[in-house]
């Protein structure tokens, strides 16, 4: 009897566990994994930071990181950016000026949420990283991550205290794009094509024009369609290829933003649209 | 109670080791298993309350750290470790050639299923070379871990001091 009421568990519990595997609840699943999420992140949070600060000691003991020399680079750029910044903050404060004198629509500048990683995937199915910001936050579905190297990839599946980040690298991540010609502007759509045998991510702008010469080396940016914000550097033409059906032609590109090991990124939150009273 | 307090927080520790680990990219991207590995070596060790707590958190925290749908290591983990505990009985656990074989056999059969679920579901689309490198990586790399994280328990359990008895003496 007790054997029969074990099997019958085990059946049940294999009959439950097919359903939750093949039907899809998405809204159920988020819950569930937010349930899970948000009870690691602390300890996420703990182990990236004591791994970060491994893998720095690690590398000014090498002599490799050249901490000190980055810190003053970085604090010069802090310097330029600032300046720049006090600039552009004249420049839109006129802008705003002109545009109600004017009476223009006005477009608000986009938010962006500083997030720090504090994981990443744990099986290697997908490129992702986790960010240490959920919902909670302000973050929802399929917005713009970047880095100061350019574009990271786009969030998914926001829990309240957690947000996963697709990787620009991953398959699954698909973002509209443009090559940037000496005269002109080419648009496709880039898509991640996962990392070589060396680890490097990789991704392929496809739908180009196979009219247009595109060259090793080309910029590749952002195109503003979408929610992701215009002209935002995803990376460099590596090679350039002819469509199988000879109609377009593709080129594969290094994403700059995901070669290195990320620390902290940005979430772009698109402001809408607003009407001046 | 205490024995129990270690394992839960050995699994969770495990998910955070495995997580900070950098896939192994000449074997498909792939990551050491070390969440399975411990599931499976619990399922070889210990008794039926402990053995279910390790197994259901191990594959909560598989799936729930994972992107897509919950359900590859909640269906694999159990199933493998239900059959692990079938012929417990019958191998020499602690040795070297059944747990390469197992941690084979365990690379193998998490790797295949999730390839099965990802494909059926539509969630993800593995070329065909990719699959077979992703197989066959993390059959190496479960032969690895296995052998790794049960010697790895094995110690730590015997830095655990035991209660003392005091029966007939």
């Known amino acids: 009897m007790v054997f029969r009421n074990k099997k019958s568990i085990i059946a049940v519990a294999a009959v439950v566990l097919l359903v939750v595997v093949f039907v899809p609840l998405p809204s159920l699943t988020l819950r569930g994994k937010g349930v899970v999420r948000g009870s690691v992140a602390p300890a996420e949070r703990a182990t990236s930071g004591i791994w970060r600060r491994l893998s720095e000691a690690g590398a000014a003991i090498r002599g490799i990181g050249g901490t000190a020399e980055k810190n003053m680079e970085l604090s010069r750029e802090l310097i330029r950016l600032q300046t720049e910044l006090n600039r552009l903050r004249d420049a839109e404060a006129d802008n705003v000026r002109l545009h109600r004198a004017l009476n223009f629509y006005r477009k608000k500048p986009d938010t962006m949420i500083p997030c720090d990683i504090v994981s990443r995937n744990i099986s290697g199915w997908w490129s992702t990283v986790r960010i240490g910001k959920g919902s909670r936050a302000g973050i929802d579905s399929d917005l713009a991550v970047i880095s100061p190297d350019g574009l990271v990839g786009k969030t998914t599946e926001p829990t309240p205290f957690t947000t996963e980040v697709l990787l620009i690298s991953d398959p699954a991540c698909q973002v509209s794009a443009k090559i940037k010609l000496k005269d002109k502007e080419v648009y496709g759509l880039v898509r991640g094509t996962g990392s070589n045998l060396k680890g490097e991510p990789r991704a392929r702008i496809e739908f180009i024009n196979k009219d247009i010469l595109v060259s090793v080396n080309d910029e590749v940016v952002t195109s503003g369609l979408g929610a992701f914000p215009k002209g935002v550097h995803i990376g460099y033409v590596d090679e350039v290829y002819r469509d199988k059906s000879g109609l377009f032609q593709y080129a594969e590109i290094i994403p700059r933003a995901t070669v290195g090991l990320l620390d902290y990124v940005f979430v772009v939150v698109p402001s809408a649209r607003e009407v001046p009273e | ?169």
């Open chain 2, 1 to 169: 109670m205490k024995r129990r307090a270690y394992m839960l927080i050995l699994i969770l520790c495990g998910a955070l080791l495995q997580q900070v680990l950098p896939p192994i990219a000449p074997l498909g991207g792939m990551k050491p298993p070390i969440l399975a590995a411990l599931a499976l070596h619990h399922a070889l060790r210990k008794g039926s309350p402990d053995f279910w707590m390790a197994v259901v958190l191990a594959a909560l925290l598989q799936d729930g750290l994972e992107l897509g749908s919950f359900g590859p290591a909640l269906l694999t983990f159990p199933a493998m470790s239900l059959l692990a505990r079938r012929i417990r009985n019958e191998i020499f656990s602690d040795g070297i050639v059944t747990q390469l074989v197992m941690g084979a056999g365990l690379g193998l059969f998490v790797t295949f299923t999730t390839l099965i679920i990802y494909s059926a579901t539509g969630q993800r689309a593995i070329p065909p070379a990719l699959g077979f490198l992703r197989l066959g990586g993390s059959m190496l790399l479960g032969m690895v871990t296995l052998p790794i994280i049960s010697r790895g328990i094995n110690w730590l359990e015997s830095l655990i001091p035991k209660p003392r008895e005091y029966g007939w003496q």
